[in-house]
């Protein structure tokens, strides 16, 4: 019922930025929070950042100071400024988004890779 589509990852250089973006074809009312985890290869999922529809923000404190999530309600996209990126970030980046009375929702994930 409710997809997410994943856009902006690519490979950039160690301290170098992207822009991932995330729409979401849902109804602006129903989404209470969207926001970005990563996996790294053989590694567990891990929550990057996430936004409530009312602009609270929660980050990893891995990515503090260098990440910043934005939402834009009107359009259902979230956005993840990712600056001074390193080898560390790589990783597939998957959008979420929770609906209210509905759960979680996933992207396909987008691949960021930061060469070493």
């Known amino acids: 019922q409710v997809q997410l589509v994943e856009s902006g990852g690519g490979l950039v250089q160690a301290g170098g930025s992207l822009r991932l973006s995330c729409a979401a074809s849902?109804?602006?009312?129903?989404?209470?929070?969207m926001g970005w985890y990563r996996q790294a290869p053989g590694k567990q999922r891990e929550l990057v950042a996430t936004i409530t529809t009312g602009g609270s923000t929660n980050y990893a404190n891995s990515v503090k100071g260098r990440f910043t999530i934005s939402r834009d309600n009107a359009k259902n996209t979230v956005y993840l400024q990712m600056n001074s990126l390193n080898p560390e970030d790589t990783a597939v980046y998957y959008c979420?988004?929770?609906?209210?009375?509905?759960?979680?929702?996933w992207g396909q994930g987008t691949q960021v890779t930061v060469p070493s």
């Open positions: 849902a109804n602006t009312v129903s989404i209470t929070a």
């Open positions: 979420y988004a929770n609906l209210f009375l509905r759960g979680d929702y």
